[in-house]
Structures are given as C-alpha cells and as structure tokens.
C-alpha cells in the first residue's frame, strides 16, 4: 500500500503530516535542512529526553550520595560522641594512672597522683604535683606521742609556715577504713597560703604511718582533687 496522501516519503504507515503554522519565515523543521528536517526534529527530542533522563539519573545519584555524606557525618559524629566520652571519663578521674606507694615498715599504701614527680628529703618520701602547686609527703612514727613534734619538723623540711591548724579528730579513711588521726588547717606553702592536712594512721604496729599534703588555695581544681585524694584513697596493701 502507498503512503498517505500528503505523508512525505519513508514516513511510517497511518502518518499524517500536520500543517505548518502560518508564521512568517520557514518553519523550523525547515530550518534544519531539506527532507531530513523531521528527523533531525525527532534526533533533538530524543537527545532532550536522553539528557532528561540523564541529569535524573545524575541527580539521583547525588542523591545518594549526600546520604552516604549524612552517614558518614553520623557515624564520625558517633564516633567522636565515644571519643569525646572516653576522653570525659579519663579527665574525670583525677587520679586515674596513680601509683601506689607502700609506706616502709607498713601495710599501707598512699597513691601518688599520675605525673606527680617523686623524691626524698630527711626522713620523707615526697612528690610534687607537675604545675608545683601541691605536696604529698609521707613518712612513719614509733608513737602517737610522736605525731605534733614529727609535723613540726615535717614544716621546717618543706618550708610550711605560719600554720593555723584545727584539733586532731579521730576519723576513718580510704575502703579499709583505717582509724585515724586528722588534723587540717592553713599554712604558708610555697610562699602562699596553702591548705593543709595531716593524717597519722593508728596501724596497731611499731610503726605508725604518717601523711602531709599541702596545695596551693589557689591551685588548678584538679590539683587540689588530687592532693585531697591522696588522703582520701589511702588502703591497705
């Protein structure tokens, strides 16, 4: 069967061509050049459609892409949540890497707070905390009788003056509760005023162990959580 009348040659079966708007100029499929006009028409739309298709296809997969990028954010979120946390739980024990210290003659063990630096000096074994602001000195008594002339040779050591001291109490410390005598007051330490405390730890042996810190009033909180903590933590060994 021939093609349609009007229908332009190589068309498809039931094609009819449409008229051509009555604009001035050629039409555009004119435009294009010749008896292939039609089909560079065609070419276009279906170019269109490609790069339709295309750019949907592109911005799907950007699509994803930014929620891959939300995963990724989450998950180093999350991860730095943990960091952080670990971080927070370190920092929040002052005393997490400390050492303990067996004080000779004794079963008692005072910790020496992490980065703290250890001495001796006279009948003491001692450390200082990393910023200086603080004291830990520990030593031992053959009697209770000893405890008020040891303190007072224990501040001419260390340079502790000027002390304002409250009376000895009778007190429990560290998970083993030792028995103990407490005395806790004020001193120049270091050339500023500092707060002090004492402990002797009633052992029931020969030899009585007996703790000092000091630390500067206006020490880092750290520091003065540390020093306290060096009482505070005393046990048993």
């Known amino acids: 069967m021939g093609a349609p009348m009007g229908a332009p040659m190589g068309a498809p ?15 555009v499929a004119l435009l ?49 949540d ?16 400390a050492v303990y210290k067996r004080i000779p003659s004794t079963n008692v063990e005072v910790p020496v707070p992490p980065g ?25 008594v053959s009697s209770y009788g000893e405890f008020n002339g040891r303190l007072q040779h224990a501040t001419k050591v260390f340079r502790i003056t000027g002390c304002s001291m409250g009376p000895s109490e009778r007190v429990r410390i560290g998970p083993n509760q030792l028995r103990s005598r407490l005395k806790e007051g004020e001193c120049t330490f270091n050339g500023v005023r500092a707060n002090v405390a004492t402990v002797l730890v009633e052992s029931g042996r020969r030899a009585h162990p007996l703790v000092i810190y000091a630390v500067d009033k206006n020490a880092s909180e750290r520091t003065a959580a540390q020093a306290k903590k060096t009482i505070s933590h005393m046990r048993k060994r």
């Open 13 to 27: 079966p039931g094609f009819q061509q449409a008229p051509l708007p009555q604009k001035k100029g050629p039409p």
């Open 32 to 80: 294009v050049g010749g008896g292939c006009g039609l089909f560079a028409v065609i070419g276009v739309v279906l170019l269109v459609i490609l790069l339709v298709t295309t750019g949907g296809s592109a911005s799907t997969g950007d699509d994803d892409d930014d929620d891959n990028d939300d995963n990724d954010s989450q998950s180093s979120s999350d991860d730095d």
């Open 116 to 140: 703290w630096r250890e001495s001796r000096r006279s009948l003491y074994t001692f450390a200082l905390s990393n910023d200086g602001n603080a004291l830990l000195a520990f030593t031992t």
């Open 82 to 97: 943990d960091g952080a946390s670990k971080k927070g739980n370190t920092g929040g024990d002052v005393m997490a890497g």
